[in-house]
């Protein structure tokens, strides 16, 4: 830091308002110079310590300045490069890409309609043999059910057959009984 950069700050100049707050103008004077010379230089350094603005704008100043050498046209030749490039991607390669694709896009979708063409073929024959070995599983169920009951169904029917002919053995029994007590009795 100058010396010049800090007389041109006025609280420098003034000396330090803390100090000033403490000590009436008056009774400045009436000191000795030796005093007034430490009040002052006490003044400048609380005013440099408090005081940042100097020496913020020089660092401002030499930032910019280092900026501007250093990197110079870095930045628009490289903002240039990429402008070019993005025209070049939507002249040249854009096209190209949306025309590759429609082709493509048009296979993709012949071979999917095919696709889905077999798999709903193949949907309807395991349906159908699904259908069919489920009437298959029922008929086999109802053949299973049927047998008992058949079974038992013929037993009922035996039975029946055998009471049956027990019966009509019974009324000819009884016939050929009524027969004989007839012939006595017309012979009487």
């Known amino acids: 830091m100058s010396s010049s950069s800090s007389s041109s700050s006025p609280v420098k100049s003034t000396g330090s308002p803390f100090i000033q707050s403490l000590k009436p103008r008056e009774s400045l004077a009436s000191m000795g110079s030796a005093t007034q010379l430490v009040i002052k230089d006490i003044g400048e350094i609380h005013s440099r310590l408090l005081d940042h603005r100097p020496v913020i704008q020089g660092e401002t100043r030499y930032f910019i300045k280092e900026f501007e050498e250093k990197r110079g046209l870095r930045e628009m030749r490289v903002l240039e490069n990429l402008r070019n490039s993005i025209s070049e991607t939507n002249e040249h390669a854009l096209p190209k890409c949306t025309s590759v694709m429609q082709?493509?896009?048009a296979s993709v979708l012949k071979k999917l309609e095919t696709a889905n063409h077999t798999i709903h073929r193949l949907?309807?024959?395991e349906l159908e043999n699904a259908k069919r070995s489920a009437?298959?599983?029922?008929?086999?169920?109802m053949r299973a059910h049927w047998e008992p009951v058949m079974k038992e169904q013929e037993q009922k029917r035996q039975t029946v057959d055998e009471e049956h002919r027990k019966a009509v053995m019974r009324l000819k029994e009884q016939y050929v009984t009524m027969d004989k007590e007839l012939s006595k009795q017309i012979s009487f």
Do not use: T, V
């Open 103 to 105: 082709d493509q896009l």
């Open 123 to 125: 949907q309807q024959r």
């Open 135 to 141: 009437s298959k599983a029922g008929e086999e169920k």
